[in-house]
């Protein structure tokens, strides 16, 4: 039976505990229920419009970090068409400067066949 008394007494206290909070919740509460609701909704009113603002921030930031983005890009193409001229130059140069070094050494054999053609039919006579 003792078990049964010290469950009724948590019982007890539970209840009575649970009904003086309310108590003071309501005595002591800064408002009421209908007051509440205004700070709530004009709370709700002041997130929105500060979520507005930031989204339109956020958007202006990205504009301008593609608009940032797309002048770099055209940075790095005018570079890469620049390299690619200087490269284009260089390769013609040397193109040009083997052209010259084969009809040098064309023009060497020929001439060296030529005497050694002239030796020979000399020699011969």
Known sequence: MSER????AFLVGFI???LTGAVAALLLAPQSGEETRAVIKERSI???DKAQV??????KRAEAA????RHKAEELSRQAMAQGEEITLKARKRGEELIETTKE?????TT???KTETEIDASAE
């Open 66 to 69: 593609a608009i940032d983005a």
């Open 5 to 8: 008394d010290e469950f009724g």
């Open 46 to 48: 002041e997130l929105r």
């Open 16 to 18: 009575v505990g649970g």
């Open 54 to 59: 930031e989204a339109e921030d956020a958007w």
């Open 112 to 114: 060296h066949k030529a």
């Open 105 to 109: 050494t064309v023009k060497r054999a």
